[in-house]
């Protein structure tokens, strides 16, 4: 880095009977395994083996594994995804988002596991679970309050759970899409996709309201731009005075 210290690929804390047995190293090439289309690869990928199962499972190890922070985001997650030797995988909540790198604080998923194989920190979309009663209910999203959901009463005849992720669209993916696809040309702006899953295939009774905040036209703020310059220039031009000499 910057200091002329060697980049930590991780840091592990465990008894030193397990450090003694563990081997660690960084494999890399072996991403495209790990990390699916949905997700964003963060961090090195670690393969992490022990030769002592048994007293890996009475003592679990803490990993740390350093992270790009700029991936985090008010709809994204960081956590790690640790892949068995059949690349069957699960996810792990980190306990801290922060570590140390040599000297210097820095963005660092931590987790404790008693399972090896390959970990990596990956960015993920976020995911909001709640129960929808009979009698209906209101629901802001605790990732963004402006987003919202109104399930009137009796919109299912049972109590059903809602899984949902929220997909933002910026400007550049937009731009990306209408080189690509035509019918995508007339588009300005857009709000967010809203992935949302039911926990069963019980039919809505009634309509519900979705409220999504959608950015403003950029065109129109362009020429909002545009219109308070002219004000501007014209506000700032200086009246002249004609002086006339009599005799």
């Known amino acids: 880095n910057e200091l002329g210290e060697a980049e930590l690929s991780c840091s592990v804390t465990a008894p030193w009977g397990v450090l003694e047995r563990l081997t660690v190293t960084v494999v890399n090439d072996l991403s495209p395994f790990v990390v699916n289309d949905a997700e964003e690869l963060v961090s090195n990928v670690i393969s992490a083996e022990c030769s002592s199962v048994d007293q890996l499972t009475a003592s679990p190890i803490s990993i740390a594994i350093p992270f790009a922070s700029r991936y985090r985001g008010m709809y994204k997650d960081i956590m790690v995804k640790v892949t068995d030797v059949n690349f069957q995988s699960i996810y792990l909540t980190p306990t801290s988002l922060e570590g140390h790198q040599g000297s210097q604080k820095g963005s660092a998923a931590v987790v404790k596991t008693s399972q090896l194989g390959l970990f990596a920190a990956v960015s993920c979309l976020k995911k909001e679970t709640w129960t929808v009663p009979r009698k209906g209910i209101l629901r802001k999203l605790h990732m963004d309050p402006r987003i919202s959901f109104c399930y009137p009463s009796s919109t299912f005849g049972s109590r059903v759970t809602v899984g949902l992720k929220v997909q933002p669209i910026d ?21 967010s996709l809203v992935h949302m899953e039911y ?41 002249v005075t004609s002086i006339h000499h009599f005799r």
Not at 171 to 191: A, G, I, W
Not at 208 to 235: F, H, M, Q, W, Y
């Open 171 to 191: 400007q550049s993916t937009l731009s990306m899409l209408k080189t690509k696809h035509d019918e995508y040309y007339p588009v300005m702006s857009t709000s």
């Open 199 to 239: 926990s069963s295939l019980v039919p809505f009774n009634r309509a519900i309201t979705v409220v999504l905040p959608c950015p403003p036209n950029p065109e129109k703020r362009r020429e909002g731009i545009e219109t308070d310059a002219e004000r501007a220039i014209s506000a700032s031009v200086p009246r």
